[in-house]
């Protein structure tokens, strides 16, 4: 690592953001080294890249703001290509290139962000998509919250895949991918400085794996990634717009016994914490078992469940079935969940 | 921990819930005093599977909703006071004053930091020696001998910018008050565990013993608060008024001596208002005159002078609420006016208040075959 | 009101425990435990221990509970 940092600045100033000579240096020795792609490595105003002929296109784009920016278990970085990988996979497209743009807080180290674009740059690798443009702003901000990336992704559909929640039907299956709010816990003791111990890690990962192992199948309705507001958010929503009840068993949803112990203790609900490479597919109850079964036998939904059924019991609400057999209703996020003492 | 998963288990809980169904024969109106209580039951879907013949008042047993609003305007006007840090439970932070809240002066740039324990309030005074550190604590008995502890500490490191803006209040004095109000119908209390923990369970001697209603301390599990209710029930059926405690395994009589003696090193009783409720006497607790020096009121006395008690909300019937007498769908704010991004009164502000845990089950009618009341 | 979790003491120093709740741990105060010993239960709030927890008495508890209905005589 020290290698790679010879001759490098320490931390990010203004001129860093001018256009001029410093950002110049800043593109040429923090950035190209790791983002190789030929349209980028260009340095034109504009990425040009082949269609793909297939016809239809997949396009997603999203900000990347997480206090801190370094968690255990990844960084910023993985979670601005991962967010937007994901993004694209649950329409079922294949992922093919990205564009990030970094918003760099003055102050900001330099070691730090050298570690961030190593995680775009395997992050992309992993996902085998080509970042193919760029960009870099310098403002004046808390040096704390470091930077903001903002990630455009590109990808393509192969016929035949049409999901979306307008295909659920009652009787289908709801399928999670893995266990519950494993990111948000390992962000949360970070960001209040709440000095808890855990080896409890952010679950960023691509769902390249878990789409592809899947995506041939008929039967599928939707997919969904449950990121912020969690697992019980995306169940409202998609209940929402399908018009039908999205029904999980408490005792179904796969969770770690420390993430629920961390949940336990600061009062929060897991099922409103964050995940980021977790997803939730609703599909045909006959193809259930089969997508399962396929899903668990890949590394990043090794612990896929099937946490409940589809029916028309509370149309347009999402419903959880506790313990003991009763129902509740499961409501959008309302606020951020704060750690609590009552 | 051993054994908890038994206290978890669905199929004792089925077990429990027949045997409740037998005894319940008469209608029971328990009112649990705990907003961890309150939670729970929500949490597990109760009222719903239990026989209609017990019916949930729920007390006013959430340290935060209860605090007045006059106190997080004084926390809120400190947050932005230079050279200031609010340090605050998270609880406390988006509960709104007359114009804000902590979150939002710590967006505006106010120094607000969120704690888990009232010692990380004291290190972050001691890793800021040239700030005024406010540490805003509420609570019960359950916090209050940390909270006490914390200004022992800071007093013990010598650390003069450490203040404390306190809101305690005691769980007996309470239920008295509730029992002195002849207009309510209470038939038993499900004790506090937590709170209990540090008092004791004779503390409640007096509501079997002067107001001939059971008492059963209980845990917070599934199968704790059944069977509090079994016990309930078992009491009834055999005609005693006792207080019993099913949660043995964290409650003794006497409670903790060393907590309690914490609790009185530093604080002293007071005649203590209570957000909904008004002044109840001698049911709070204030920093003893010879610590003044870490009250944040009397050290920032002048900079808080100002600040007044806003006149209580129209509209609001938080106090009946509170006292059981009424219910949140009665309350014609609930949920158009008052809701938990906007909260208008007591029950409101915290998720553990009840408007609030009814307002996030409040489409429960709407399923089919659901026995929600309503 | 009042959020408190059963953690167990690994290791004592002064005042201060280091304490497991399900694989998390955290440093706790331990100034209101009378005589506490690594292994012990105690119910944590806000950093704060705040009683032993009694293995017998949730024993006792559960026997109890099993009594009312003669069984099941294990939990999951």
């Given at each position: 690592?020290?290698?790679?940092?010879d001759?490098?600045?320490?931390?990010?100033?203004?001129?860093?953001?001018?256009?001029?000579?410093?950002?110049?240096?800043?593109?040429?020795?923090?950035?190209?080294?790791?983002?190789?792609?030929?349209?980028?490595?260009?340095?034109?105003?504009?990425?040009?890249?082949?269609?793909?002929?297939?016809?239809?296109?997949?396009?997603?784009?999203?900000?990347?703001?997480?206090?801190?920016?370094?968690?255990?278990g990844?960084?910023?970085?993985?979670?601005?290509?991962?967010?937007?990988?994901?993004?694209?996979?649950?329409?079922?497209?294949?992922?093919?290139?990205?564009?990030?743009?970094?918003?760099l807080?003055?102050?900001?180290?330099?070691?730090?962000?050298?570690?961030?674009?190593?995680?775009?740059?395997?992050?992309?690798?992993?996902?085998?998509?080509?970042?193919?443009?760029?960009?870099?702003?310098?403002?004046?901000?808390?040096?704390?919250?470091?930077?903001?990336?903002?990630?455009?992704?590109?990808?393509?559909?192969?016929?035949?895949?049409?999901?979306?929640?307008?295909?659920?039907?009652?009787g289908?299956?709801?399928?999670?991918?893995?266990?519950?709010?494993?990111?948000?816990?390992?962000?949360?003791?970070?960001?209040?400085?709440?000095?808890?111990?855990?080896?409890?890690?952010?679950?960023?990962?691509?769902?390249?794996?878990?789409?592809?192992?899947?995506?041939d199948?008929?039967?599928?309705?939707?997919?969904?990634?449950?990121?912020?507001?969690?697992?019980?958010?995306?169940?409202?929503?998609?209940?929402?717009?399908?018009?039908?009840?999205?029904?999980?068993?408490?005792?179904?949803?796969?969770?770690?016994?420390?993430?629920?112990?961390l949940c336990?203790?600061?009062?929060?609900?897991?099922?409103?914490?964050?995940?980021?490479?977790?997803?939730?597919?609703?599909?045909a109850?006959?193809?259930?078992?089969?997508?399962?079964?396929?899903?668990?036998?890949?590394?990043?939904?090794?612990?896929?469940?099937?946490?409940?059924?589809?029916?028309?019991?509370?149309?347009?609400?999402?419903?959880?079935?506790?313990?003991?057999?009763?129902?509740?209703?499961?409501e959008?996020?309302?606020?951020?969940?704060?750690?609590?003492?009552? | 921990?051993?054994?908890?998963?038994?206290?978890?288990?669905?199929?004792?809980?089925?077990?429990l819930?027949?045997r409740?169904?037998?005894?319940?024969?008469?209608?029971?109106?328990?009112?649990?005093?705990?907003g961890?209580?309150?939670?729970?039951?929500?949490?597990?879907?109760?009222?719903?599977?239990?026989?209609?013949?017990?019916?949930?008042?729920?007390?006013?047993?959430?340290?935060?909703?209860?605090?007045?609003?006059?106190?997080?305007?004084?926390?809120?006007?400190?947050?932005?006071?230079?050279?200031?840090?609010?340090?605050?439970?998270?609880?406390?932070?988006?509960?709104?004053?007359?114009?804000?809240?902590?979150?939002?002066?710590?967006?505006?740039?106010?120094?607000?930091?969120?704690?888990?324990?009232?010692?990380?309030?004291?290190?972050?005074?001691?890793?800021?020696?040239?700030?005024?550190?406010?540490?805003?604590?509420?609570?019960?008995?359950?916090?209050?001998?940390?909270?006490?502890?914390?200004?022992?500490?800071?007093?013990?490191?010598?650390?003069?910018?450490?203040?404390?803006?306190?809101n305690?209040?005691?769980?007996?004095?309470?239920?008295?008050?509730?029992?002195?109000?002849?207009?309510?119908?209470?038939?038993?209390?499900?004790?506090?565990?937590?709170?209990?923990?540090?008092?004791?369970?004779?503390?409640?001697?007096?509501?079997?013993?002067?107001?001939?209603?059971?008492?059963?301390?209980?845990g917070?599990?599934l199968?704790?608060?059944?069977?509090?209710?079994?016990?309930?029930?078992?009491?009834?059926?055999?005609?005693?008024?006792?207080v019993?405690?099913?949660?043995?395994?964290?409650?003794?009589?006497?409670?903790?001596?060393?907590?309690?003696?914490?609790?009185?090193?530093?604080?002293e009783?007071?005649?203590?208002?209570?957000?909904?409720?008004?002044?109840?006497?001698?049911?709070?607790?204030?920093?003893?005159?010879?610590?003044?020096?870490?009250?944040?009121?009397?050290?920032?006395?002048?900079?808080?002078?100002?600040?007044?008690?806003?006149?209580?909300?129209?509209?609001?019937?938080?106090?009946?609420?509170?006292?059981?007498?009424?219910?949140?769908?009665?309350?014609?704010?609930?949920?158009?006016?008052?809701?938990?991004?906007?909260?208008?009164?007591a029950?409101?502000?915290?998720?553990?208040?009840?408007?609030?845990?009814?307002?996030?089950?409040?489409?429960?009618?709407?399923?089919?075959?659901?026995?929600?009341?309503? | 009101?009042?959020?408190?979790?059963?953690?167990?003491?690994?290791?004592?120093?002064?005042?201060?425990?280091?304490?497991?709740i399900?694989?998390?741990?955290?440093?706790?105060?331990?100034?209101?435990?009378?005589?506490?010993?690594?292994?012990?239960?105690?119910?944590?709030?806000?950093?704060?221990?705040?009683?032993?927890?009694?293995?017998?008495?949730?024993?006792?508890?559960?026997?109890q509970?099993?009594?009312?209905?003669?069984?099941?005589?294990?939990?999951?």
């Amino acid at each position: 690592m020290q290698k790679l940092l010879d001759g490098l600045p320490k931390i990010i100033e203004s001129a860093h953001g001018t256009g001029g000579r410093w950002t110049h240096e800043l593109i040429e020795s923090v950035f190209l080294p790791y983002f190789r792609s030929q349209p980028l490595q260009s340095l034109a105003d504009q990425a040009v890249v082949p269609e793909s002929g297939t016809g239809r296109m997949a396009i997603s784009t999203d900000s990347f703001v997480v206090t801190p920016y370094r968690f255990p278990g990844g960084n910023i970085g993985d979670l601005a290509v991962n967010g937007t990988v994901n993004d694209l996979l649950m329409g079922g497209a294949t992922p093919a290139y990205l564009t990030v743009a970094f918003v760099l807080m003055e102050g900001l180290r330099v070691d730090h962000l050298v570690e961030i674009v190593q995680s775009i740059a395997n992050a992309a690798a992993a996902s085998a998509v080509s970042i193919i443009a760029g960009d870099t702003k310098v403002v004046c901000g808390k040096a704390e919250d470091g930077l903001f990336i903002t990630t455009t992704g590109v990808g393509f559909l192969p016929g035949g895949v049409n999901w979306g929640p307008e295909f659920i039907q009652p009787g289908d299956k709801i399928i999670l991918s893995g266990t519950v709010a494993d990111h948000g816990a390992s962000v949360l003791t970070k960001r209040y400085n709440l000095a808890f111990d855990t080896v409890i890690r952010s679950d960023t990962a691509s769902l390249l794996p878990a789409v592809m192992a899947v995506r041939d199948l008929c039967g599928i309705r939707c997919m969904r990634d449950p990121t912020r507001g969690g697992l019980a958010t995306t169940l409202a929503e998609l209940s929402q717009t399908s018009g039908l009840t999205l029904e999980a068993k408490e005792l179904c949803i796969p969770i770690r016994d420390d993430v629920r112990g961390l949940c336990e203790v600061l009062g929060l609900d897991p099922l409103y914490v964050a995940n980021e490479g977790k997803l939730i597919a609703v599909v045909a109850p006959d193809v259930a078992s089969t997508v399962l079964s396929r899903l668990q036998a890949t590394e990043v939904a090794r612990d896929a469940a099937i946490i409940g059924t589809v029916t028309k019991s509370a149309p347009g609400y999402a419903l959880l079935e506790t313990a003991i057999g009763a129902k509740r209703v499961l409501e959008l996020l309302s606020m951020e969940q704060l750690p609590r003492i009552c | 921990m051993p054994h908890l998963n038994d206290f978890r288990n669905p199929d004792v809980a089925s077990h429990l819930l027949a045997r409740i169904g037998e005894l319940a024969r008469e209608p029971l109106r328990v009112m649990e005093i705990c907003g961890g209580h309150t939670h729970a039951i929500f949490r597990f879907g109760l009222q719903q599977v239990l026989p209609p013949q017990i019916e949930w008042l729920h007390g006013p047993g959430c340290p935060v909703c209860v605090t007045p609003v006059v106190k997080f305007d004084k926390a809120i006007a400190l947050a932005h006071r230079p050279n200031t840090i609010v340090a605050a439970y998270g609880d406390l932070l988006r509960v709104p004053g007359r114009e804000s809240t902590l979150l939002r002066e710590r967006a505006e740039g106010g120094d607000v930091r969120v704690v888990y324990s009232s010692m990380d309030a004291v290190s972050i005074a001691l890793q800021n020696p040239h700030k005024n550190v406010v540490f805003f604590a509420v609570g019960f008995e359950t916090t209050a001998p940390a909270n006490a502890f914390s200004i022992l500490a800071a007093k013990e490191r010598h650390l003069e910018n450490f203040t404390m803006l306190a809101n305690h209040v005691l769980v007996p004095p309470v239920i008295r008050a509730l029992l002195e109000d002849s207009r309510l119908k209470i038939d038993a209390f499900l004790g506090p565990g937590h709170v209990s923990a540090v008092v004791g369970s004779q503390e409640y001697e007096f509501i079997a013993r002067e107001y001939g209603r059971p008492v059963v301390v209980s845990g917070f599990e599934l199968n704790d608060i059944l069977q509090s209710i079994l016990m309930i029930l078992t009491q009834r059926d055999e005609g005693r008024c006792d207080v019993e405690v099913e949660y043995a395994r964290a409650v003794r009589d006497a409670g903790n001596a060393k907590a309690k003696a914490v609790i009185a090193d530093v604080f002293e009783r007071q005649d203590q208002e209570w957000r909904g409720l008004g002044i109840i006497a001698d049911s709070g607790l204030r920093i003893k005159h010879e610590l003044s020096e870490y009250d944040a009121e009397i050290r920032f006395a002048d900079f808080l002078r100002d600040i007044s008690p806003p006149p209580p909300p129209k509209g609001c019937i938080c106090a009946a609420i509170l006292k059981g007498q009424k219910r949140p769908f009665d309350c014609p704010s609930f949920a158009s006016s008052c809701t938990p991004e906007r909260p208008l009164g007591a029950c409101m502000v915290s998720s553990e208040g009840a408007c609030a845990a009814y307002y996030s089950y409040r489409q429960q009618p709407l399923i089919q075959g659901g026995t929600y009341d309503e | 009101m009042c959020l408190a979790v059963p953690a167990k003491i690994l290791t004592i120093s002064d005042n201060c425990a280091v304490v497991d709740i399900d694989g998390v741990r955290r440093e706790t105060r331990i100034d209101f435990i009378e005589d506490p010993r690594p292994g012990d239960y105690v119910l944590v709030h806000v950093g704060f221990a705040l009683q032993k927890i009694d293995e017998s008495e949730a024993e006792a508890t559960l026997a109890q509970i099993r009594a009312c209905f003669g069984g099941p005589d294990d939990g999951r």
